[in-house]
């Protein structure tokens, strides 16, 4: 089994930052890829950045160039670096892990982390 918390969440105003953290505990080396997903009220959750083994990443359209996914393996940590957020990033946010090593478009995600909320003011 492997815990996932995250922390890092807050409220901000529109064209601030924030770093989101992932903790990751217990049998991390069957730890793949990795995601941060985010759910809003009355919407659909959403996958908004990948990372996999090799340190290849992917993000949903509406955060590239804003958004950063990163991970400190040896720390067996995950990060999303978020820059000038928007009200519409206003969500909760989720960190999920993968048994597999690539983050292949329907992989599943195994672990969950309970979220952290992030508030975007206008």
């Known amino acids: 089994q492997v815990q996932l918390v995250e922390s890092g969440g807050g409220q901000v105003q529109a064209g601030g930052s924030l770093r989101l953290s992932c903790t990751a505990t217990?049998?991390?080396?069957?730890?793949?890829?990795m995601a941060w997903f985010r759910q809003s009220p009355g919407k659909d959750r959403e996958k908004v950045a990948t990372?996999?083994?090799?340190?290849?990443?992917t993000y949903v359209d509406s955060v590239k160039g804003r958004f950063t996914i990163s991970r400190d393996n040896a720390k067996n940590l995950l990060y999303l670096q978020m820059d000038n957020l928007k009200p519409d990033d206003t969500a909760m946010y989720y960190c999920a892990a993968s048994l597999h090593g690539r983050c292949l478009p329907y992989v599943k995600y195994t672990y969950w982390g309970q979220g952290t909320q992030v508030t975007v003011s206008s």
């Open positions: 217990g049998y991390t080396s069957t730890v793949g890829c």
């Open positions: 990372i996999d083994t090799g340190d290849s990443s």
